[in-house]
T-cell receptor, first 113, second 118 residues
């Protein structure tokens, strides 16, 4: 079945780069997404990548997609304490893209000053 | 308000009672989604609507769960005869677009309704 896996926890120092990894199983997914959840808040879309792209850069965020290995990563450059949150990788369900997403279990990013 | 609004924020109920969770999406958003999130897990899809039409209810766990969006705006998720395993955060999200492009997956989530069944 469809599944999205992430490592559970990452700790970095302020100013370092953070890399959060994700693997997914549905090769027909059209888009892959990264969402951020801050304590007590709803999830917020950070960025997305179309499945036929290898890389997308958006300010401090870089998304890398290896479609062959079904591996997605999110790199945050110059990580700040305000980046501390839970990051969810999500894939669109099947090829007809809707908001029916399959989420990973989330990676908690801890940024130490 | 500007965002997705859910109520109640917290609901504690006894096993066997019915509960209704409400979602008021962003004005003009076509699609409305319900997700359930257990502690330490990612959101899990339950059901979604385009306008007032329920498009997919494949994620509803059983027939005790139902949802409606009668006028294409506010939605209610109802759980009948609640059980302890229903305890979770229930999240509503809305989307401007129904399908096709990346914006369909750009979900605007509410803060959630935390349900505890004793």
């Amino acid at each position: 079945g469809e599944d999205v896996e992430q490592s559970l926890f990452l700790s970095v120092r302020e100013g370092d780069s953070s890399v959060i990894n994700c693997t997914y199983t549905d090769s027909s997914s059209t888009y892959l997404y990264w969402y951020k959840q801050e304590p007590g808040a709803g999830l917020q879309l950070l960025t997305y990548i179309f499945s036929n792209m290898d890389m997308k850069q958006d300010q401090r965020l870089t998304v890398l997609l290896n479609k062959k290995d079904k591996h997605l990563s999110l790199r945050i450059a110059d990580t700040q304490t305000g980046d501390s949150a839970i990051y969810f990788c999500a894939e669109s369900h099947g090829s007809s893209n809707t908001g029916k997403l399959i989420f990973g279990q989330g990676t908690t990013l801890q940024v130490k000053p | 308000g500007a965002g997705v609004s859910q109520s109640p924020r917290y609901k504690v109920t006894k096993r066997g009672q019915d509960v209704a969770l409400r979602c008021d999406p962003i004005s003009g958003h076509v699609s409305l989604y319900w997700y359930r999130q257990a502690l330490g897990q990612g959101p899990e899809f339950l059901t979604y609507f385009n306008y007032e039409a329920q498009q997919d209810k494949s994620g509803l766990p059983n027939d005790r769960f139902s949802a409606e969006r009668p006028e294409g705006s506010i939605s209610t998720l109802t759980i009948q005869r609640t059980e302890q395993r229903d305890s979770a955060m229930y999240r509503c999200a809305s989307s401007l677009s129904s399908s096709g492009g990346p914006r369909a997956g750009e979900l605007f989530f509410g803060e959630g309704s935390r349900l505890t069944v004793l």
